[in-house]
Each structure stands twice: as C-alpha cells, then as structure tokens.
C-alpha cells in the first residue's frame, strides 16, 4: 500500500539552529502534502497545505519565514524549522494526498519528534 | 468554519467491553468525517470515513462509527475491546469550506484498555 516517510524520527538540536524534516511518498505521486504540529496531549494543528512547484499556503498564525516549506517534486516535501528556540519542540507530522478529492486517500507519515535545547 | 468535538479526553475500558468514543461536529454545509488512530510516537492511520453515502461506516480492526445528521455526531464504536486498541483517537471533518482534505481534529481520546 502507499507509505509516506518521514525523516527523521527524532531529532535534538541547539537552539538558534536550523532543522529539516523530509516528507517522502515513497510509491505515488503527492501534489499536496500537509504540515501538522502536535502539542503534547494535544490535537493536531495544520500548520501548512504544500503543494508542489507553488508556494506553501499557511495557517493563520504561523510564521512563513520561520517554517519554511519547500515542495520541489511530487514525492518530497520539506519543512525547516529555522532558528529554533525550545518553544518550537513539538511532534511534527506530515500527511500526503494521492489528489484533491474527498476520495482520495491522506496518508500520514510516523512524525518527527523535535526536542531543541 | 468546521469544527468537531471529542467528548472525554481519557475513556478506559475493560477488555471485552464496548468501546464507545463520542465525537460531535459542527459544519454549515454537509460534513465528510473520519476516524484517525494513533499509536505513540506514529502518525496517525484512517479508521473509517464518512463521505455522504452510507451513515453506518465500518472500518477496520472491528470499529464503526454512524453518522446522525440530527445529533450532529459520529460516534465510534466497538462491541469488544482488545488490548491492542489501546491509543488516541481523533475525529476529524473535512467539507467544501476547508478543502478536499484538509482536515480539522478534534481534541483527541485516549483509550486505555484494563486487562
């Protein structure tokens, strides 16, 4: 069945660096994939709609300059997390759409758990 | 704008017993509703949907959920809870104001299963 990959898993970083998280279809083609943050026993909040060979179309309220999101080909999808304060740890997850109508299958990937120091 | 509502953050059940999580939603225009799960530290994976066709879904791993247009709900259910069903729950709604599938989550219900 189709899978989306997320890379990494897990990652620890300083603050005031930058992070990049990958967002893979691994056997079909994602003209949008979608950008979510998860609070600790939280809900998911959609931060973003990538779409591909366009601009990335955020949520009102978060910052376009601080997550950046780079959708270069129909199976990659990226979001930085630029300058990182510990604020922005959170769980980070990623879902993929095969295309636009209801019927077509949201594929999620497993998250990446961000911790900044 | 949509919204949807997860009555019960935590629900705990014994193993073997019904499963019952509410949800309840709010849309101005005929809603499309699913059921996510997600095991710790995974994505989330698609239980059932509800597209506007029949009002009783079933998914997998034994849950159903029914839509009732006059409660504006979309409980799930399962008649007999196993121990690997232990995990959170998000409904969700899409609909023509949010787009094909950009899907607004409930708050989440974690469900604990007693041996």
């Known amino acids: 069945g189709a899978v989306v990959s997320q890379h990494p898993s897990r990652v620890i970083c300083k603050s005031g660096t930058s992070v990049k998280i990958e967002c893979r279809s691994l056997?079909?083609?994602?003209?949008?994939m979608f950008w979510y943050r998860q609070f600790p026993k939280k809900s998911l909040m959609l931060m973003a709609t990538?779409?591909?060979?366009?601009?990335?179309?955020?949520e009102q309220g978060v910052e376009k300059d601080k997550f950046l999101i780079n959708h270069a080909s129909l199976t990659l999808s990226t979001l930085t997390v630029t300058s990182a304060h510990p604020e922005d740890s959170s769980f980070y997850i990623c879902?993929?759409?095969?295309?636009?109508?209801?019927?077509?299958?949201?594929?999620f990937g497993n998250g990446t758990r961000l911790t900044v120091t | 704008a949509q919204s949807v509502t997860q009555l019960g953050s935590h629900v705990s059940v014994s193993e073997g017993a019904l499963v019952l999580l509410r949800c309840n939603y709010s849309?101005?225009?005929?809603?499309?509703l699913f059921w996510y799960v997600q095991y710790p530290n995974q994505g989330l994976q698609l239980l059932l949907k509800y597209t506007s066709a029949a009002t009783l879904v079933k998914g997998i791993n034994g849950f159903e959920a029914e839509f009732k247009k006059s409660e504006t709900s979309f409980h799930l259910t399962k008649p007999s809870a196993h121990m690997s069903d232990a995990a959170e729950y998000f409904c969700a709604v899409s609909g023509p104001i949010q787009g094909a599938q950009k899907l607004v989550f409930g708050q989440g219900t974690r469900l604990t299963i007693n041996p």
């Open positions: 849309s101005s225009v005929p809603p499309y």
């Open positions: 990538s779409n591909e060979g366009s601009k990335a179309t955020y």
């Open positions: 056997d079909f083609q994602a003209t949008t």
């Open positions: 879902s993929a759409s095969r295309g636009a109508n209801y019927n077509s299958p949201l594929h």
